[in-house]
């Protein structure tokens, strides 16, 4: 369990957040936001105005005791933004730094599959090579809570993919907290068990990805979600478009290539609604999921409308369409959406 | 096939021009007696002894400045307090005294009825010579360690310290291997300031051969009475101080594609 509460220079950051062991908590928001703050009070290389920092019944901050544990002393693995790979150390060098177990740090890289890779430098490595080496760093001293800034900004598009899967893959095994930043919500809603969104220093809505993007607190967090997710597994079909059988039922297609389990998004305007009942007719959008409505939330003129499709979906109507519809939680109805607004992602 | 620009032949003739204006008064130095003479003049006692203590005065001085230099450019670099713009320019205040000045200065401490009487220890002793190079010779090391250490990547220092290790392990662990072709720079730079370093040393320790008189001090005695000797001392200068710098140079290189 991992409890973080700060204030730091006013406006910079004042949240506070709750991390249960073997979760992960994405916090999410625009640059600027607060978020490497929060990381950084935490690991203890930003000492707030004010605040408490408690892992596992350990204290390592508490403004009020004036207890502040220098970070070596706080066991608290971080994946830096720009990973911070020490450049003068091979990869096995780095991830020993901190453990002094050269065997456990061979283990760990053959884990990440890089055993072959252990006596390159940073600047020999590929980005994706680097970010597993951090991990790998940061995991080696067996954290208490694993702390993750930006880790995957740093990577291409393809590489960010994979990257994604074996983040996803290493945090289903952790036992302890962990606590991602990003300012991308698809990837917080991809990582995080819980989403928690951070704007102006202040978390201005927290849950699951999905909760939030059908119901948006504010008009910024309706913005700020934007894409929304889908699970499923996918294969490829005639004409060069993707299927993804969705877990929870029914199926879509995308322009996209995907094979195996995938992740789509999609972005809740870009989804049209329109009754149940309505007769098929011919339209371009080449996907129509039945759906029930779950919540109505108006933000700034919009709806943000919640649907239970077997997965939870979020669709964007303006105020006169949700009227028109009779749009209400139950209000049975069939969400359509093109191919092409969709983008498939290894799940 | 583009014209070649006025500007550009400017240029060119500049560089030619500063080129032989700092070349050509080393070369001569070379050329003004024949090898044989050279190597004969420095079948001096006198001479060797000024070459050897200047070696060793010069290396004591480095080695002083290394030790207590390099903990206190880190400091520097990685905090902000308040006075540290004008500690960093008392630090630096030698690198534009007159060496006149800084020998003055430096009696007016240590003499017997100076600041700080060190009695028989300093004043006229090879000890001395050592204070005078360290003071003269510690902006250059002190500038070179700060600029190395402040473009050490922060991140770095960070990651050292979540990953468990206390500020002196990261200083040794991370940054001086970071800094370190900036502060191999740094030595050379020192170094070189002290092994040319004439005024206040002549000043505050004096010229006795065997004792305090380094080689640019013997060099001076031989200007008047025997020009081939102080051409000969010259010249092993010259090469000392070019092999140091072209050691230096590529040690850098090489720890740069480490």
Known sequence: MLHASARAEPGDLDAAVDVPAGTCLAVAGPSGAGKTTLVRVIAGLHRPLTGRVEVGGTTWLDSASKTDLPPERRRCGVVFQDHALFGHMSALDNVAYGSHDRRGAHDLLERFGLAAREHAKPRELSGGERQRVALARALARAPQVLLLDEPLSALDATTRASATRELQAVLADLAVPSLLVTHDFAEAALIGDRVAVLDGGRIVQEGMAAELAARPASAFIADFTGAVVLYGSARSVADGLTEIALDGGGTLVSVHPGAGRVAVTLYPWEISLEPADTALHATSARNRLAARVTSVTEVGGRVRVGLDAGQPLAAEVTAPAARELGLAPGVLVAATFKAAATRVVPG | ?258
């Open chain 2, 1 to 258: 096939m583009s014209a070649v620009s006025p500007f550009r032949v400017v240029a060119a003739g500049a560089l030619a021009l500063l080129v032989a204006f700092l070349a050509l008064p080393v070369v001569a130095i070379f050329v003004e007696q024949s090898p044989g003479e050279l190597i004969g003049a420095l079948d001096d006692p006198g001479a060797l002894d000024a070459l050897w203590l200047s070696l060793q005065t010069s290396l004591a001085a480095v080695v002083i400045l290394v030790v207590v230099g390099t903990p206190a450019a880190w400091l520097l670099a990685t905090r902000r307090f308040r006075g540290h713009a004008l500690l960093v320019t008392v630090l630096e205040l030698p690198l534009v005294l007159p060496p006149a000045v800084a020998g003055i200065a430096l009696l007016a401490c240590f003499s017997a009825d100076g600041l700080l009487p060190t009695g028989n220890l300093l004043v006229l002793q090879t000890a001395g010579v050592i204070v005078a190079l360290t003071f003269v010779a510690a902006p250059f090391y002190l500038r070179a360690a700060q600029a190395a250490f402040e473009s050490v990547d922060r991140s770095w220092l960070d990651a050292s310290r979540t990953l468990g290790a206390g500020e002196a392990r990261t200083f040794a662990r991370i940054a001086i291997p970071a800094a370190l072709p900036g502060l191999i720079a740094g030595v050379a730079l020192g170094w070189g300031r002290a092994l040319g370093e004439f005024g206040a040393t002549l000043m505050f320790a004096g010229s006795f051969r065997g004792i305090t008189q380094t080689a640019p001090l013997a060099i001076y005695e031989r200007f008047g009475t025997d020009f081939t000797g102080a051409l000969a001392l010259s010249a092993v200068l010259i090469v000392l101080s070019a092999a140091l710098l072209l050691t230096v140079k590529s040690g850098v290189a090489r720890l740069g594609t480490r």
